[in-house]
């Protein structure tokens, strides 16, 4: 069983920056693959950024590459989400979620767990 706490939204102007932070229960955390997921208002939840659990490289939304960076710290059993040159298209509730076993990234109904999320909006 993993529990999942994302923090760090907020509200900031186009072009600033914030970073997510998500954080997990369990010793085997490192174990698992995690990815960020949003959903803005009136939208369907959408893949951000994810990256696996032995490493290898990340996988990123073509709306945020560039911008985004996702990374993960074992020892504190957290993955971050670094976001860069935010714009108001960015506003959304923010999600991560935990996948034991997943080979595309981007499937949502392949995750074991997810946090309740954490609004970030961005305004003009």
């Known amino acids: 069983q993993v529990q999942l706490v994302e923090s760090g939204g907020g509200l900031v102007q186009a072009g600033d920056s914030l970073r997510l932070s998500c954080a997990a229960s369990?010793?085997?955390?490192?174990?698992?693959?995690v990815g960020w997921f949003r959903q803005a208002p009136g939208k369907e939840r959408e893949f951000v950024a994810g990256?696996?659990?032995?490493?290898?490289?990340?996988d990123y939304a073509d709306s945020v590459k560039g911008r985004f960076l996702i990374s993960r710290d074992n020892a504190k059993n957290t993955v971050y989400l670094q976001m860069n040159s935010l714009k108001t298209e960015d506003t959304a509730v923010y999600y991560c979620?935990?996948?034991?076993?997943?080979?595309?990234?981007?499937?949502?109904?392949?995750?074991?767990?997810w946090g309740p999320g954490t609004q970030v909006t961005v305004s003009s």
């Open positions: 979620a935990a996948a034991s076993f997943i080979s595309s990234l981007k499937n949502q109904g392949r995750y074991d767990y």
């Open positions: 369990g010793r085997t955390f490192s174990t698992y693959t």
């Open positions: 990256i696996r659990r032995g490493g290898g490289a990340p």
